[in-house]
């Protein structure tokens, strides 16, 4: 009886910290912007520091290159699915965004997982199915 309440309680503290990562505003940092082709081979690489912040309801992309100005968009989430089983390390979040800056906008597919500790970020633009840009993830973690 001990050992099965045992495992209970953990098992509802696991659930509870994979859920809470899902509740946060997080932010993912990334060095290199890589542009991918339809068949998603590499069309160019960019090196730029990206910081993208996001809950539920809001995304925000701060891209800074070399010696250029901060660009700056912003969006509303549309579509927000999380399940991750190790926060931040091991799980997935899918996200439907759209996202403007002042000359333009695009509506997003924004898939974020995470395998073995590592992450990957790939972004698909609705109107633009034959491009697609993958993130070097640097850093994914809570907003403090």
């Known amino acids: 009886m001990t050992k099965t309440l045992m495992a209970a309680i953990l098992l509802c503290a696991a659930s509870l910290s994979t859920k809470a990562q899902c509740d946060k ?3 993912l940092t990334a060095s290199k912007t890589e ?3 339809a068949d998603s081979s590499l069309d160019r690489s960019v090196d730029e520091k990206s910081v993208l912040e996001f809950d539920k309801t809001n995304f925000t ?4 290159s070399d010696g250029a100005e901060e660009h700056k968009m912003t969006g509303t989430v549309k579509s927000y699915t999380c399940d ?3 926060p931040f ?3 997935k979040t899918v996200l439907k965004v759209t996202l403007a800056d002042e000359h333009e906008s695009h509506d997003l597919t924004i898939t974020i997982a995470g395998k073995g500790g590592k992450i990957s970020f790939l972004a698909e ?3 633009m199915p034959d ?3 993958r ?3 640097d850093s994914f973690e809570e907003k403090k």
């Open 61 to 64: 992309v701060n891209i800074t």
């Open 125 to 127: 633009a609705d109107d």
């Open 84 to 86: 991750w089983k190790t």
């Open 35 to 37: 542009h991918l082709k």
């Open 25 to 27: 505003k997080v932010v």
């Open 135 to 137: 993130l070097v993830v």
């Open 131 to 133: 491009k697609k840009l």
């Open 89 to 91: 390390k091991e799980g």
